[in-house]
């Protein structure tokens, strides 16, 4: 059962994400709307994984579900997306258990309550 809806501004084909854990909105529908992504997540119990900071400012005013986990750490080339979040990615989803944001900056990691 999935626990990551990942937004369809993320890579789709990604080792890290690449689970059962994980939903990539381009297989639900890539034409949605901020609002209907935040809704199916809500409904399904989800943390939206994205780089929109739309999904950071609206959880800031309401409560869980959904969570976000905001990635901001600006374009880069994949290779180094990867290599940027996978060794801590780990940290990552477990910051995300207690907080409803999760804030990922190239060198530090911020979780809002």
């Known amino acids: ?6 937004d369809a501004n993320l890579p789709y084909y990604f080792s890290i994400w690449n689970s059962s854990e994980y939903i990539h909105q381009k297989d639900i529908d890539d034409t949605w709307t901020d609002e209907q992504i935040w809704e199916y997540a809500k409904t399904k119990n989800l943390t939206i994984v994205t780089k929109d900071s739309d999904f950071s400012h609206k959880i ?5 579900p959904p969570k976000v986990i905001h990635i901001k750490i600006g374009n880069m080339k994949l290779k180094d997306f990867f290599n940027t979040l996978n060794p801590i990615w780990e940290n990552i989803l477990n910051m995300s258990e207690n907080c409803k944001l999760v804030n990922v900056f190239i060198d530090y990691l911020e979780g809002i309550n």
Do not use: S
């Open 60 to 64: 800031i005013f309401k409560q869980p």
């Open 1 to 6: 059962m999935p626990k990551y809806l990942i």
